[in-house]
């Protein structure tokens, strides 16, 4: 059971989680939260002990406060490493003073969280910083709402952090990360961290394909993928954002986190209060792997929306099949093979909608294309649900194209600044959602499309950074305040969305994987992982991505060969085994699919929905990386232990080494494990200590081994 324990002797609270423990405190003056303990669970007399023989030591020409490894700095008095919080007073004072007033448990069911409230000793800054944990996870969400409880002054906020993750004493650390680019996201990275601080942000408006807002650090490069504590954080923004890892030249390394501070200024007006995003942190001893799959947990149990679905449907996508040339003859055609293959949701992408014909015009007018629509969706839809299929819908609502009646009426509904070009990127400009008459347009234009039809799934796109934020009119106070407005309001449509139609699924996609976070994640069941879909490369994008994000919501199509962006040919088999990883699509022109591929697709579908449930909703070790090797392989355990999907892909074959042997991870020992449709029966000693044998013969050979577990004799 999650506990949040007040100590008064201590003046501590603290954190006891499934497997991990953290402590916090006030000092004796209580003008500082202190951190104390984040690591393995200890018990609660332990944690006590250490808050009650907490000291700052002095040094000279150091600061005390500023080396005392403060939960959250405000930016003031001796402090000179990264703060979470920079304010400026109306009458030009700049700095804060606070201390502590008051703190409150919230207890709820499996669920709890401690507040603390912190108040200028002069100005009317409030500042309440939030923490909450769960039972039967390692998380600790923590977030901060700031309030200006005066009667007329403002305050300007100049940089607005979400927490300071402070790591114990240790010489040196690792930092691992994500990054990447368009068509080679969430690439796994590694850093070993010299005194200094090392910057991972986005400054594009977006969450970015350049690097995801997630981190996790190790000691002394110790942790490997099942052994070895690691300490890993998250971020909940879809907009600009920014992680500051500071190493101090006192052995010391906190990170910092939250809505980027370049370009930043928000103008917190008299009685207003502002929520920033949650920063996520999570400790595991069991290496990567174990953090993983605490990740995958929280995700799927405590983030993600809660849908109608257990499992996330097969679904097919008509993008690389039709491109912008979409209509009502060629959909329906591929609806049909889609559905004789098993498929669920039928997705219709780009191209439907205004003057679609290409990229230079449309965005925007999102009203049906009557030439290649002359009726209307519905008879598509009609037909999709007649043949056993949901319908779904690709938008790109945050954009328009020049050519398009919506910036033909409505030109200054765009980012811009006076005077400056209006930057185009894909032959499109971003719509200023930081505008509540582009919000409500919005919320309007697609309430309107899914009230007249029954669409049951949404592919929400945005395919370009934002630049040139301006607002020229509007926001003359404080312009930069767009950057945060627009996340606000595009969450808002979301969750107002999610409201008047929870039928529908949403699925995240930024050119593939350029908005996958946790803030959108808490509002869409799925996230397209990349527009690259050649299987070799995806298997490490797909590595990277499972580092921090659940399986169940990595979209993953097979597609045509050659590939279009790799050239590359490989088997069906093997592609349909690198995108039964996770939740699976089809993406290929199944009008050239020959007889023999559709029958050996329709059978992977069917076997697909066999093992979906323990893909999509178990626990995923992975057993080899491919950064190294010739194979790839990973392994997937039910929540209940009933049942093992392994995959290895191998991708090519050299000195006529076709055998390799798999140690399985997570089974019972003494327990029987079964293969599906073979006669082999094996012990989980046998299968984790010497292993499971398989040949893997040529290039781009794969297999996939359902095991089931045996009731003990
Ligand atoms: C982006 C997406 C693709 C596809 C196109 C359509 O690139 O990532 O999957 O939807 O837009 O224009």
Known sequence: MAEIIHDVASLAWIFQMEASTYCIRLNEEQTSLQHIYWGTRIDTATAREMALAWRTYFVPF???IGNSREEFAPWGELRFSEPTLKVAYADGTRGIEWHFEAYGIEQEQRKQTLWLRFVDQV????VTLYY?????????????????????APIMLEQAFSADWQLPHHER???????????????????????GKFVLESRRGTTSHQFNPWVAFDVDASATEEQGEVWSMALAWSGSWKFVAETTSYGTLHCVGGINDFDFRYRLDAGVCLDLPMFVGLYASGGFGESSRKWHLY???????????AVRPILYNSWEAT??????????????????????VFVMDDGWFGERAHDRAGLGDWTVNRAKFPRGLNPLIERVNELGMRFGLWVEPEMVNVDSDLYRAHPDWVYHFHKRTRTESRNQLVLNLARTDVRDWMFTTLDTLLSEHNIEFIKWDMNRSISDPGWPVESGHNPERVWLAYVQNLYWVFDELRRRHPNVAFESCSGGGGRIDLGILSRVEQVWTSDNTDALDRLRIQEGFSYAYAPRAMMCWVTDCPNYLTARTVPLLYRFHVAMAGSLGIGGDLSHWTPQEREEARALIESYKRVRPTVQNGKLYRLRSPRSGQVAAAQYVAQDGSEVIVFAWGHSQQFGETQIVLQLYGLEQEASYSVVDESMHYSGAYLMQHGLKMRLVGDFASQMYHLVRHALA
């Open 62 to 64: 150091e600061s005390t």
């Open 123 to 126: 100005y009317s800054l409030q």
């Open 132 to 152: 909450r944990i769960y039972t039967g996870h390692d998380v600790i969400e923590r977030w901060v709402r700031l309030e200006n409880s005066g009667a007329d």
């Open 173 to 195: 650390y690792r930092m691992t990360y994500l990054h990447g680019r368009w068509g080679k996201e969430t690439q796994v990275t590694e850093t070993l961290l010299s005194p």
């Open 299 to 309: 995700q799927r149990e405590r983030l993600l929306p809660e849908t109608l679905d």
């Open 323 to 344: 491109a912008f040339a979409v209509d009502e003859r060629n959909q329906m055609e591929l609806a049909e093979q889609a559905a004789s293959l098993g498929i669920e």
